[in-house]
């Protein structure tokens, strides 16, 4: 492992947003209790175990749509930029919760301790089992679905980001959908086959329209940005012509920046600190945030996902921090922003270009 592993950074936001969550959670198990024991039958009478069983496990189901519905909503709205910030805690509270889930499951078909658990559920079925509805085994589907959780909570560190690297490390956590539709195909085929009330079909329904819909506009948003891509001129032997105008300093508010799409390339980060203009690649290093989405906060590019930040004239992260993101030559002719769409090496030093602020000075927000 070429990179050490460094303690979780606690500060004021991380707890803020772990109390909310929990008290959440907490809110959720609850009223969800509160409510089967009201509404359960004289007659059919309740189960405490199965009504603990399917509280906790609708709550981790629930934490995982609201993790899969944050990424989509964060692109469509910049306003819900914050809740990424702690996003992996909330996947690492959906497996916690999960497990709980199976524990008790796994204790309820075992009587808690009279027999061996694993035997319990498996004298339930048969071979003939897997091509029944009904009689499915759901509980295979749960279980690997609580694998998949299991190793994302498990590599959820920045550690395991640095060490597998950030497109093994995305290949990894994109493995969340194979356990989204586990863990439908698991309430289908278990839940919703003992219950008749049609509240479960219609809550599962709306969370799945839900989640489906804003991947496809966030997905729609990202092809139509493409599509007026700015086409980056080539065959020319003058590299004076490829300079590229994005358009006015008086189009970018102080401290923020303009997100410049070249056709077949990275997009770049144009942003306007003071009376200067500085780009640099739009990519985060940490986990690709959008950095032209986030603003200048103590002189440097702050991503709008984690905070990371980088110095807007160099690419790099201010000490102690080694990351880096690229740099592009910028001049400001007029009012006019001329970038060379021609990415510098991570990190690489470039001077900002100066215009006149229309007070004649400096300008903040
Ligand atoms: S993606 Fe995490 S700080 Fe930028």
Request: hydrophobic share 45%.
């Amino acid at each position: 492992m070429s990179h050490s592993y460094r303690l979780v950074q606690w500060n004021r936001h991380k707890v803020v947003y772990d109390l909310i969550l929990a008290g959440a959670i907490g809110v959720y198990l609850a009223v969800f209790a509160g409510l089967s024991v009201m509404l359960a039958s004289e007659n059919e009478g309740i189960s405490e175990p199965i009504v603990a069983m399917r509280a906790i496990g609708s709550c981790a189901f629930l934490l995982l749509h609201v993790a899969l519905a944050i990424g989509p909503l964060a692109r469509i709205d910049k306003r819900f930029a914050p809740l990424l910030y702690n996003r992996r805690h909330l996947g690492v509270a959906t497996f916690i919760l999960a497990l709980l889930h199976a524990a008790i499951a796994v204790g309820f078909y075992g009587g808690f301790g009279v027999d061996d658990p694993a035997t319990a559920v498996l004298a339930r079925y048969s071979v003939d089992s897997f091509g029944s509805l009904t009689g499915f085994p759901f509980e295979i589907l749960g279980f690997l679905a609580l694998l998949i959780l299991f190793v994302m909570a498990a590599t959820s560190h920045d550690f395991w980001l640095a060490n597998l690297g950030a497109r093994v490390w995305k290949w990894i956590h994109m493995l969340v959908y194979v356990a989204y539709g586990l863990l439908v195909m698991h309430v289908v085929l278990g839940a919703m086959q003992s219950e008749r009330s049609l509240v479960y079909p219609i809550v599962l329904g709306l969370g799945i329209v839900t989640l489906g819909s804003l991947h496809v506009v966030a997905g729609w948003r990202e092809v139509r940005k493409e599509r007026n891509a700015i086409d980056v001129p080539t065959g020319t032997d003058s590299r004076e012509r490829q300079w590229i105008d994005i358009g006015s300093v008086d189009e970018i508010r102080p401290d923020r920046a303009k997100i410049v799409c070249l056709k077949g390339r990275e997009r770049i980060a144009v942003f306007r600190h003071n009376d200067a203009i500085s780009a640099v690649g739009n990519v985060c290093a940490h986990q690709g945030g959008p950095l032209g989405e986030g603003k200048i906060v103590d002189g440097c590019v702050t991503c709008p996902w984690h905070g990371y930040q980088y110095l807007p004239e160099s690419g790099q992260s201010p000490p102690p921090y080694s990351e880096k993101v690229a740099t592009y030559q910028v001049r400001v002719e007029g009012r006019r922003i001329l970038v060379n769409p021609d990415a510098l090496a991570p990190g690489t030093p470039v001077e900002p270009a100066r215009f006149q602020t229309l007070d004649g000075g400096n300008s903040r927000e």
